[in-house]
C-alpha cells in the first residue's frame, strides 16, 4: 500500500534515511514527503541537502513539502 503521508525531523539523519529510499525506491509508495533539513544548523550538510532536494525533485509521484 501507498504511504499517505511521511514525515521526517530527525536532526541531521536525514540525509542517510533519504539517501537510502531513493536507492532502494522506497520513496515511490511515499505520496507526501515532508522533511526538514537541518543545513542550516550544520552548514556540513548544506550541499548533499541541496543535491538530495534536487534528486526528490526528480521523483514525479512525490509531493515534497520542505520547511525550515
Same mark, same amino acid.
Given at each position: 500500500?501507498? %504511504?499517505?503521508? =511521511?514525515? @521526517? *525531523?530527525? &536532526?541531521?539523519?536525514?540525509? /542517510?534515511?533519504? &539517501?537510502? !529510499? @531513493?536507492? *532502494? /525506491?522506497?520513496?515511490? +509508495? %511515499? #505520496?507526501? =514527503?515532508? %522533511? &526538514?533539513?537541518? *543545513?542550516?544548523? !550544520?552548514?556540513?550538510?548544506? #550541499? %548533499?541537502? !541541496?543535491?538530495?532536494?534536487? #534528486?526528490?525533485?526528480? @521523483?514525479?509521484?512525490?509531493? @515534497?513539502?520542505? +520547511?525550515?
Amino acid at each position: 500500500k501507498p %504511504v499517505k503521508i =511521511l514525515k @521526517i *525531523d530527525i &536532526e541531521g539523519a536525514e540525509i /542517510q534515511v533519504l &539517501e537510502k !529510499m @531513493i536507492k *532502494d /525506491q522506497t520513496l515511490h +509508495w %511515499v #505520496e507526501n =514527503l515532508f %522533511v &526538514e533539513f537541518h *543545513d542550516r544548523k !550544520m552548514p556540513h550538510l548544506k #550541499e %548533499v541537502s !541541496m543535491r538530495l532536494r534536487h #534528486e526528490l525533485g526528480r @521523483i514525479e509521484s512525490l509531493n @515534497i513539502v520542505d +520547511w525550515r
